[in-house]
């Protein structure tokens, strides 16, 4: 069997830069344990589910191996745009893309994961596995050693009876899950918290970042949101208000302004599938699901240029496990891109980062609103 081209992935559409590249050992390990697993139990890729892949280095070296039908689930619409590209440039095909659900996960006899970060994440898929799939999966989980945990063994240990960490290679780590065990009957998740602070319901699904939790600066900008809200609803004045949360996680942002200005549109979206459906959750508790629309996208490419009055902006710093600021400078130029001239953006950020300038330039004129020793809140408004 010839050696699968990793080096021929992109990460596009996602942030590509010489450190970042779009496979790693882990994805190589998992591959090749799969296909010995494959070929001592008779498991076609009918029968195989595919929960993590990053941008194709696990289920297209299956499909080269002759290994068609693979299910596979990935969380960030940027690597299942990456996933499609890369397929069409090495003319592969034969994986059906799914959510984390029943038609992922039935009749599976092996399942690969790229162990995520959060252990909440790990339980919900770990539960899914358990849940749908077959009696007698074979779970191969992988990560970087340097990011797992003793906890993640528990996890899984709650779910299978029989957890196996391997030796490590090449700094990679591969565990053995199997022997599901029984779970409850209702689904962990979405997990409602609610924040009277804020006046909150929140909804979590595992993968969703800071889960049932409002991260701090998410706090710092809703404090300012509340200090402001007769600027907010002069802007809802002028014949009323659209608005978008960039980047919405469990929907916090886009929550509050709806309850805040009912006269406003507002649409929440994110590039994750699991805050797109926590933030969903978060609407239907919270009663305004008919005024928010929640979309999954990446950076807001499918909301119409110029189109907008009102960004709000909690930008990230990290891509994955790494700390880089491609995917903030992606989200401060889709602001400035969906704004109409006038529109604002309004960003939280943490101190240190250089997004003022950013923001500066991308968008137009940009003054502080707040400081704190942590994080800075912004006003932009679009040349």
């Not at 209702?186 to 909804?203: D, I, N, R, S, Y």
């Amino acid at each position: 069997m010839p050696e699968f081209p990793y080096a021929r992935l992109r990460r596009f559409p996602d942030v590509e830069a010489p450190n970042l590249q779009a496979w790693d050992a882990t994805d190589e390990l998992l591959v090749d344990a799969a296909q010995v697993v494959a070929a001592e139990h008779g498991i076609d890729g009918s029968a195989i589910a595919v929960i993590g892949d990053g941008y194709g280095a696990l289920t297209l070296p299956l499909l080269t191996a002759g290994l068609d039908g693979v299910r596979v689930h990935q969380d960030l619409v940027t690597g299942r745009r990456a996933l499609a590209r890369n397929a069409a440039e090495l003319g592969a095909a034969g994986f059906a893309a799914h959510e984390l659900d029943a038609e992922l996960l039935r009749d599976a006899r092996l399942v690969l994961l790229q162990l995520p970060k959060g252990l909440a994440e790990l339980e919900e898929i770990a539960d899914a596995v358990a849940r749908w799939a077959a009696p007698d999966v074979t779970l191969l989980a992988g990560g970087r050693v340097k990011h797992m945990t003793l906890a993640q063994n528990d996890v899984l240990a709650r779910f299978f009876g029989r957890v196996q960490p391997q030796r490590a290679e090449r700094k990679s780590r591969l565990i053995v899950a199997a022997d599901p065990q029984p779970v409850l009957s209702g689904l962990p998740f979405p997990v409602p918290t609610t924040h009277p602070e804020f006046g909150l319901t929140l909804c979590a699904h595992g993968g969703a970042f800071a889960g049932d939790r409002i991260d701090i600066g998410t706090r710092v900008l809703l404090n300012v949101m509340r200090e402001r809200a007769p600027e907010l609803a002069a802007l809802a004045g002028r014949e009323g208000l659209t608005a978008v949360d960039l980047g919405c996680g469990t929907g916090a942002l886009a929550a509050s302004l709806a309850l805040a200005v009912p006269s406003a549109h507002v649409v929440a979206t994110d590039r994750s599938a699991a805050a797109v459906q926590s933030a969903r959750a978060t609407m239907t508790a919270s009663g305004i699901a008919d005024r928010v629309t929640v979309t999954l996208d990446d950076a807001g490419s499918g909301i119409p240029d110029g189109s907008v009055d009102l960004v709000l902006l909690n930008p990230p710093f990290h891509l994955g496990a790494s700390v880089h600021e491609g995917a903030g400078s992606r989200l401060i130029d889709a602001a400035a891109r969906l704004l109409r001239p006038g529109g604002e953006v309004w960003t939280v950020f943490n101190s240190h980062l250089d997004h003022r300038r950013a923001l500066a330039a991308a968008v137009g004129e940009t003054d502080q609103l707040t400081r704190t020793p942590k994080f800075t809140v912004t006003r932009s408004v679009r040349r």
